[in-house]
């Protein structure tokens, strides 16, 4: 952890803290390490589902300005060829 953290106040109802505490004793971590660990986690999770639709979002945008794509079926037929000896290369882009 970094010398710069800071700290924050969080306010949790009585029945959200005792649940924080009985988890906190079954884990044998401190309710800190449960909350600094929840956050991170909440944090790159909502990164990584930005992230996803950042991506979507642009790959939405090429195929309306180029029309490149390959059909549900060609990527299908492509998924059944993984994990086996005649497995094919990725379908190539089309209009």
Same mark, same amino acid.
């Given at each position: 952890?970094?010398?710069?953290?800071?700290?924050?106040?969080?306010?949790?109802?009585? /029945?959200?803290r005792?649940?924080?505490k009985?988890?906190?004793?079954?884990?044998?971590?401190?309710? $800190?390490?449960?909350?600094r660990?929840a956050?991170? @986690?909440?944090? /790159?999770?909502? @990164?990584?589902? #930005?992230?996803f639709?950042?991506?979507? $979002? #642009?790959?939405?945008? /090429?195929?309306?300005?180029?029309?490149? $794509?390959?059909?549900? /079926? @060609?990527?299908?037929?492509?998924?059944?060829?993984w994990?086996?000896?005649?497995e094919t290369?990725t379908?190539?882009? $089309?209009?």
């Amino acid at each position: 952890m970094s010398s710069t953290a800071v700290s924050v106040a969080v306010k949790i109802d009585p /029945e959200m803290r005792e649940r924080r505490k009985r988890l906190a004793a079954r884990r044998r971590r401190t309710q $800190h390490c449960l909350m600094r660990d929840a956050i991170r @986690e909440y944090v /790159e999770r909502e @990164e990584a589902r #930005d992230a996803f639709l950042r991506q979507a $979002h #642009d790959a939405w945008q /090429e195929y309306r300005e180029t029309g490149l $794509h390959a059909s549900a /079926e @060609e990527v299908l037929a492509w998924l059944d060829t993984w994990g086996g000896e005649s497995e094919t290369a990725t379908p190539a882009c $089309h209009e």
